[in-house]
């Protein structure tokens, strides 16, 4: 064999693909087309969804008014929500304190200042499995507007000031959306210096608080026990200063 043959024959071998690029190629294709048949999928499902959901009317986030007309609804304030209201339809504008999603329904608490209460978004006639969705979804410290039913509780909702009522929302629509990620919680931010460290749970440097001062104001106060009681006083002989004596009780 010549010189040139041998060269020839080298640049085949060097041409020709080896049995571990056939099959990189092989699996490159099939991974393509299994990504091509995804997203195909994807794309059918969601226009599926979209003909399917009933509810796409009841929820969304609001464009910009821009004083271009004026809603037609009258708010009622959170404090107000009591039994006396029961199986009424009301309008609430509030934010998004907490949210927990747990199977086709939704529990959110709603804040106005101090007073918050319970709402319920579940599949049904009125919320679609999409509605539910966008609830769960909602950033916490947003501002919705809230179509429900007001309905009595058999048991007590201890962990809202409106323990005897809750809403069973049939509208919801994001008015102003806050930041998916806020720079502190609430339920954090609640918790005193050093209280979570031994649990794990995290609290708020006062730095943060400061550098977040419209977030921390926003923070739920505790209620400070407070008395007046009367302090038994002499005037002292020849003297002007009252001698204030104090019950064994109230020194310490």
């Not at 091509?36 to 910009?64: C, H, I, L, N, W």
């Not at 404090?79 to 949210?99: F, G, M, N, V, Y």
């Not at 499995?129 to 429900?148: H, T, Y």
Request: aromatic share 4%; hydrophobic share 35%.
């Amino acid at each position: 064999m010549t010189k040139d043959e041998v060269k020839g024959a080298t640049e085949e071998e060097h041409a020709a693909p080896s049995k571990k690029g056939l099959k990189k190629q092989q699996k490159e294709a099939e991974k393509a087309a299994k990504k091509a048949e995804k997203q195909a999928k994807q794309t059918t499902d969601q226009q599926s969804t979209d003909e399917d959901d009933f509810a796409k009317d009841r929820y969304g986030v609001s464009p910009m008014i821009r004083s271009q007309q004026k809603l037609d609804r009258t708010l009622v304030r959170v404090q107000t929500l009591t039994p006396q209201k029961a199986d009424e339809l009301i309008w609430l504008r509030a934010r998004i304190h907490t949210s927990r999603a747990k199977g086709k329904q939704c529990f959110l608490v709603l804040r106005q200042q101090q007073f918050n209460v319970q709402a319920l978004v579940a599949v049904g006639d009125r919320a679609s499995k999409q509605m539910v969705k966008f609830a769960a979804n909602i950033a916490k410290e947003s501002i919705v507007d809230v179509e429900a039913l007001v309905r009595k509780v058999e048991q007590k909702i201890e962990s809202c000031s409106q323990q005897d009522v809750e809403l069973h929302i049939e509208r919801i629509f994001v008015i102003s959306q806050a930041e998916p990620r806020l720079p502190l919680q609430l339920e954090d931010a609640v918790r005193p210096d050093g209280e979570g460290d031994e649990e794990g749970r995290a609290t708020v440097n006062q730095d943060t608080r400061l550098d977040n001062r419209v977030i921390d104001l926003r923070v739920p106060f505790e209620p400070v026990d407070f008395g007046v009681f009367s302090v038994p006083h002499f005037r002292a002989p020849n003297s002007h200063k009252l001698v204030l004596t104090l019950p064994a009780s109230h020194c310490h």
